[in-house]
């Protein structure tokens, strides 16, 4: 069974970075694919990006790439959004989600498995 737990929210200022973590704690880590999705108030839930089961193939959404990188420890059953340059538009409860179907995708209802959330504040 999969079960997600991020953490590394917090508060930080325009420019700053923050590294989020999504844990799984079952045995099957290696065999989803994991994404990044996060949720500002009033808005849809959007893609952020996603990495592939080895961490060979990667995806992001064009107003992150160049500041967001995501990169997964099987070992660890960890996946990790390292996040840089940030901006008060990047505000929002951020999501990981893991898919068991080998197919990387943009699309929230393609993952079956999400956790809680945690909060990034940017501040300007």
């Known amino acids: 069974q999969v079960q997600l737990v991020e953490s590394g929210g917090g508060l930080v200022q325009a420019g700053g970075s923050l590294r989020l973590s999504c844990e799984d704690s079952?045995?099957?880590?290696?065999?989803?694919?994991m994404g990044w999705f996060r949720q500002a108030p009033g808005k849809a839930r959007e893609f952020v990006a996603s990495?592939?089961?080895?961490?060979?193939?990667?995806d992001a959404v064009d107003s992150v790439k160049g500041r967001f990188t995501i990169s997964r420890d099987n070992a660890k059953n960890t996946v990790y959004l390292q996040m840089n340059s940030l901006k008060p538009e990047d505000t929002a409860v951020y999501y990981c989600?893991?898919?068991?179907?080998?197919?990387?995708?943009?699309?929230?209802?393609?993952?079956?498995?999400w956790g809680q959330g945690t909060q990034v504040t940017v501040s300007s």
């Open positions: 989600a893991a898919q068991p179907r080998g197919i990387p995708s943009r699309r929230p209802y393609d993952y079956d498995y």
């Open positions: 079952g045995r099957t880590f290696s065999r989803y694919v």
């Open positions: 990495i592939g089961r080895s961490g060979g193939i990667t």
